[in-house]
C-alpha cells in the first residue's frame, strides 16, 4: 500500500502561483508514475499532469501546458506541482495519485489516492 497526502492548496489571486506537494509513504519503492488530477464543482475529475517516477517522462493535459509543472524528489518521496498564470477555470480540489505500474493520463489506472487540497483562484 502506499499512503498520499497532498498539501500546498488554498486561495491566490489570477495570475498568482502555487505549489502544490504529495508526500507518499508506504511501499514508495513500488511506485511507477504519480500524477496530479482535478475536480471543479458539478464536473468529473480530469487529468492535471503525470510523472514517471523513475525517468522523469511528463505528459500534460493541454489546459495546463505551460503554465503548470510536475516533478518529483525521489530523496524525499515527494511530488510536486508548481502552477502559475493561475486562472479562476483552474479553482478545483487538486488530487495526486501513485500506480506501482501504469503511466498516463488515464485516472482510472491509478491505484493509491490521496484526500485532496482545494484550490481556489479569485478573478
Known amino acids: 500500500q502506499v499512503q498520499l497526502v497532498e498539501s500546498g492548496g488554498g486561495l491566490v489571486q489570477a495570475g498568482g502561483s502555487l505549489r502544490l506537494s504529495c508526500a507518499a509513504s508506504g511501499r514508495t519503492f513500488s511506485i511507477y508514475s504519480m500524477g496530479w488530477f482535478r475536480q471543479a464543482p458539478g464536473k468529473e475529475r480530469e487529468f492535471v499532469a503525470v510523472?514517471?517516477?523513475?525517468?522523469?517522462?511528463?505528459m500534460y493535459a493541454d489546459s495546463v501546458k505551460g503554465r503548470f509543472t510536475i516533478s518529483r524528489d525521489n530523496a524525499k518521496n515527494t511530488l510536486y506541482l508548481q502552477m502559475n498564470s493561475l486562472k479562476p477555470e483552474d479553482t478545483a480540489v487538486y488530487y495526486c495519485a501513485a500506480d506501482p505500474t501504469f503511466y498516463g493520463p488515464n485516472q482510472y489506472e491509478f491505484d493509491y489516492w490521496g484526500q485532496g487540497t482545494q484550490v481556489t483562484v479569485s478573478s
Open positions: 510523472i514517471n517516477w523513475s525517468d522523469g517522462r511528463t
